[in-house]
């Protein structure tokens, strides 16, 4: 997916500084975002591969599901997109879906398993 639309104002040339600002607002906001048949945010059931902001203001974020046929496949990146939207500095959004590598239980927070009992 790829947000054409600015929620604030364009800015150019941001330092790595800011970049790394907007970059961890953007995981917090990715935070909110939860699969609806799992009480744990998507960070930290290990869906998010990369998150990466551009000097632009442009946020990528690389994600996966924990499978091709996940009933939130299509509304997981979407609210991603959303939430990470929102976040001050941010001047667009793309969520790249990857299947590789698969996810597997491993890839979860220790806070993520210890809630889900593994």
Known sequence: MDTAENTSPVTQGLSTIEQTVIQNQAIEAIRLCYDPEIPVNIYDLGLIYDVAA???GVVTVTMTLTSPHC????????????RVGK????????????????????????????ELGF
């Open 71 to 82: 009933p939130a496949a299509q509304s997981l990146p979407r609210d991603v997109e959303m």
């Open 87 to 114: 976040v001050q500095g941010v001047t667009g959004v793309r969520v790249n879906v990857v299947w590789s590598p698969p996810w597997n239980p491993s890839m979860m927070s220790e806070a993520a398993k210890l």
């Open 54 to 56: 551009g000097a632009d």
